[in-house]
C-alpha cells in the first residue's frame, strides 16, 4: 500500500488576525514542580530496528549500517562492517539478484538506493587479502580448535569457510575442479563476474589460513569416509551441475546437442568450442540465458525458446533485457517438438509448437499447454540444452537421506543421515531445499558455521537461533552472535521491521538516483570483458544520501524540536543520540509520530 503524505491528508487553517488564535494560557513562573511524567501510561524509547532493505536480503546484510559509515566516509570501517554478515561484497556486489532493492522503503518516494552497486563500491575499495580485523589467533588453544572440511567451492563453501574461521576452526576447501569458486568460476560468464573478482576471494580466504585443495574430487580421488573420520565437522557444498535431460533427446545422437552448463563451463576453462552460426537454446533460467549471451559473443545468432510467458521466466528480468537488447531473440510460449538428424549426424532440423498456458499448477506458475497443430522451424545448428539441473549424490553413497533432487536436512543443516559414524556433516547450498541463488548459498554457510560452533560449544543451536534471527525471514545475524557492537550504540530490536508504513514521507525530499553506467549493447556483445563499472566516489557518496536510515537514529533533532514538555535531552558529542528525561514526559508520543524514521517505541508504564 503506498504511504500517504501528511501534506495530501492535511486541513488548511487560514488566520486573518490574532484573535482568530485560540487563546492560551501562559505561566510567567517556573513549572518545574508539576512533574508531568506521573501522567504517563506508556513511554518512549529509543530503538533502532530492521530496515526493511535488510530483512529482505537472506544473508541479513546491516546495509543501513554500513551506508551511514560510507557517507561520513569511512570506507574502511563500511568495508568491515558490511563483510560482518555478507563476506564477498565484490562478488555479490555484481551477481545478487538484490532482494533487498525490491524491498527499499525509498521506492514510495522516488527509486530505491542502489544497494548493490554500493555494496560493489566497498568491495572493490579493498583487496580481500586485507588482514582481517577480528580473525582469531590459533596459538594457545590447540584443545579447542576443531577441524572443518568443505567439499565444493562455491558460494557455499566459501562462506562457511569464511564464517567457521572466524569462529577459530582449521578449514579445508576440497574442490574436484581447477579452478575454485562453483558456479561463480565456471558458469556466470566473466563480462558479468570478472574471474579475478572471484580468484582474489580465494587469496584473502588463503591468507586467513584457509587450505585450498584444489583438483581432488571427494568420492574418486578421497572417499568420503575419509574425511569423516579424519575431520571433526564436514560439510556438503556440492551444488547442483547434472543437467536434466530433454526426453525428446534421449535417443538421438548428436554432439551437436549439448548442456548449456557444458558450454559455460568449457567457455570458462578456456576450451575451444564450436557452436556454428545458429544457436537454439532450450530453457528460461540463468543458465539459458548464460549461454544466450555468451553464444551472442560468440558470434552466433541465438533464439531461446522458453514454454512459458516473460512473467513466468525464472531468469532475472534485468538479465533478460539486456539479452534483448545484445540480439538474443526469444520465442516465448514454444516448446521443442521434434529435431531432425542429418546423415553426417549435424541437426537438419529443429520444430517447435506454440503453448498456451493454463491453469496454475504445483509450482505456482501457469502450465504450459501445447496448441495443437501449430508449429514452425527454428533454423539451428547447435541445440543447448538449459531446462534445470540437479545435484549429482553418487559420491555420497547411501549415507544420507535425499530425495532425486535434494539433501534432507535439519534446522542447522545437519544432513539426515543413515550413519552417523565420525564426524557430523552438514550441507548447504544448491543441494539442499533453499532457492537457488548466490546470496541464499552464502546465508547457508553462515548458518551452518554457528550451527557447528553451537555443536562444539554443546550448546542447542535452537535456542541460540531465537537470539540472532533478524527481522520477518530466515536470516541470521553473524555480529549478533559474536556480540559485537552495532554500529548506533542504542537498544537494538531484531525483530520488528520499518517498512513503508512506518516511514514519515514528509520529512524526505526526492532526489533522483544515479544512472547506471554500463556499455551500450553492440560494443558489448563483442566481448567477454566487464561492460558495467563501479560506481565512482562521488555517485557512491550520492546514494549515501538517499538513504533514509530506516529505523535507526540519526541524531536529526526532530524529537528534540517537536516534544512539548521540552523532555528530550540532547547529550554531550560524545554520547550518541538523546536521553529522555521522564519526570516530564507525559507519553504523548509526539516523539514517535514526528521520527521520519521510525526509530522510537512506545512501550507501557511498568
Ligand atoms: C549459469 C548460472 C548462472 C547463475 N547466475 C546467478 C546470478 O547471477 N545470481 C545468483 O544469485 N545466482 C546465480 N546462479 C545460481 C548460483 O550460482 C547458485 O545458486 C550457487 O552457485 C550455488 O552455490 P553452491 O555453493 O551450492 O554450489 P556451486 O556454485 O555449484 O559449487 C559447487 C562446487 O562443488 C564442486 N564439486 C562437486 N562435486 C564435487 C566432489 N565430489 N568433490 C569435490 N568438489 C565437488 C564443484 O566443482 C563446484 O565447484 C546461477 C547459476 C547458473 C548455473
Ligand atoms: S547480498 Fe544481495 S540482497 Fe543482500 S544486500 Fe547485497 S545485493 Fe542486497
Ligand atoms: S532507505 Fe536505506 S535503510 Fe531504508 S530501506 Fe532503503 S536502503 Fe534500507
Known amino acids: 500500500m503506498a504511504a500517504k503524505k501528511r501534506s495530501e491528508m492535511g486541513i488548511k487553517h487560514e488566520f486573518k488576525s490574532y484573535r482568530d488564535i485560540t487563546p492560551m494560557h501562559v505561566s510567567l513562573g517556573n513549572m518545574l514542580h508539576n512533574k508531568t511524567g506521573g501522567w504517563r501510561f506508556i513511554k518512549p ?28 566516509k569511512e570506507y574502511e570501517k563500511a568495508y568491515w562492517h558490511l563483510k560482518r554478515e555478507e563476506p564477498f561484497p565484490a562478488i555479490l556486489g555484481r ?53 572443518l572440511a568443505v567439499v565444493g567451492s562455491g558460494p557455499s563453501g566459501m562462506s562457511v569457510a569464511y564464517f567457521a574461521r572466524l569462529l577459530g576452526f582449521r578449514v579445508t576447501i576440497f574442490d574436484k575442479e581447477a579452478l575454485l569458486g562453483g558456479i561463480l568460476r565456471l558458469g556466470i560468464p566473466n563480462y558479468r563476474l570478472p574471474r579475478q573478482v572471484v580468484a582474489s576471494e580465494f587469496e584473502g580466504l588463503s591468507l586467513m589460513g584457509v587450505e585450498l585443495r584444489p583438483n581432488t574430487e571427494i568420492g574418486k580421488d578421497i572417499p568420503l569416509e575419509t ?47 564450436a557452436l556454428g552460426k545458429r544457436v537454439a537454446v532450450i530453457g528460461g533460467g540463468n543458465t539459458a540465458i548464460d549461454a544466450a549471451r555468451t553464444a551472442i559473443r ?23 533485457r539486456e539479452a534483448q537488447e545484445e540480439g538474443v531473440i526469444f520465442r516465448f510460449l514454444a516448446a521443442p517438438e521434434d529435431i531432425t538428424i542429418n546423415a553426417d549426424t549435424t541437426i537438419e532440423n529443429l520444430v517447435c509448437c506454440e503453448m498456451e498456458l493454463g491453469p496454475t499448477d504445483e509450482s505456482g506458475r501457469c502450465r ?34 535425499s530425495t532425486d533432487t535434494i539433501i534432507r536436512t535439519g534446522d542447522d543443516l545437519a544432513i539426515l543421515s543413515d550413519h552417523p559414524d565420525g564426524a557430523k556433516v552438514f550441507a548447504g547450498g544448491d543441494m539442499i531445499d533453499i532457492p537457488h541463488t548466490v546470496v541464499h548459498a552464502v546465508a547457508s554457510g553462515k548458518k ?89 566516489v562521488e555517485e557512491a557518496l550520492h546514494e549515501t544520501e538517499r538513504c533514509m536510515h530506516c529505523g535507526r537514529c540519526t541524531e536529526c533533532d526532530n524529537c528534540l524540536i517537536f516534544c512539548p514538555d521540552v523532555s528530550i535531552l540532547d547529550q554531550t558529542r560524545e554520547t550518541f543520540g538523546y536521553a529522555i528525561d521522564y519526570d516530564y514526559c507525559k507519553g504523548c508520543g509526539i516523539c514517535l509520530t514526528e521520527c521520519p524514521r521510525h526509530a522510537i517505541t512506545m512501550v507501557a508504564e511498568g
Open 95 to 147: 551477481v545478487c539478484f538484490k532482494f533487498c532493492e525490491d524491498a527499499c522503503n525509498r521506492t514510495v518516494l522516488d527509486d530505491c538506493i542502489q544497494i548493490k552497486e554500493l555494496e560493489r563500491f566497498v568491495g572493490d575499495q579493498f583487496a580481500p587479502a586485507t588482514p582481517h580485523p577480528e580473525l582469531p589467533d590459533y596459538n594457545g588453544q590447540s584443545d579447542k580448535i576443531r577441524s
Open 368 to 401: 504450459p499447454i501445447r496448441k495443437e497443430g501449430v508449429t514452425f522451424d527454428v533454423p539451428a545448428d547447435t541445440i543447448l540444452i538449459a531446462i534445470g539441473e540437479n545435484p549429482d549424490f553418487d559420491y555420497l553413497g547411501r549415507r544420507v537421506c
Open 227 to 273: 574425511l569423516t573420520q579424519t575431520f571433526d565437522y564436514v560439510f556438503l557444498a556440492t551444488g547442483a551441475h547434472r543437467s536434466i535431460q530433454m526426453e525428446l533427446t534421449a535417443n538421438i545422437s548428436c554432439c551437436q546437442i549439448m548442456s548449456a552448463m557444458t558450454i559455460l563451463k568449457q567457455v570458462a576453462r578456456g576450451e575451444t568450442v
Open 448 to 536: 551452518a558455521a554457528i550451527a557447528m560452533d553451537c555443536d562444539r560449544r554443546g550448546i542447542a543451536f535452537s535456542d541460540v537461533l531465537n537470539q540472532i534471527r533478524i527481522g520477518s525471514g530466515d536470516a541470521l545475524s553473524f555480529s549478533r552472535y559474536m556480540n559485537w557492537a552495532p554500529v548506533n550504540p542504542v537498544l537494538q530490536n531484531d525483530q520488528k521491521v520499518v517498512d513503508s508504513t512506518k516511514i514519515v514521507y514528509d520529512y524526505f525530499i526526492k532526489m533522483p538516483g544515479c544512472e547506471k553506467t554500463i556499455q551500450p549493447a553492440d560494443l558489448r556483445k563483442d566481448s567477454f570483458e566487464p561492460y558495467h563499472s563501479t560506481l565512482s
Open 45 to 72: 524509547i529509543y530503538e533502532d530496528k530492521i530496515p526493511a532493505c535488510q530483512n529482505a536480503c537472506p544473508a541479513g546484510n546491516d546495509i543501513e549500517g554500513w551506508v551511514k559509515l560510507l557517507n561520513n
Open 298 to 320: 560468440m558470434g552466433c545468432h541465438v533464439t531461446v525458446i522458453y514454454r512459458r510467458s516473460l512473467t513466468e521466466m525464472p531468469a532475472h528480468p534485468e538479465e533478460v
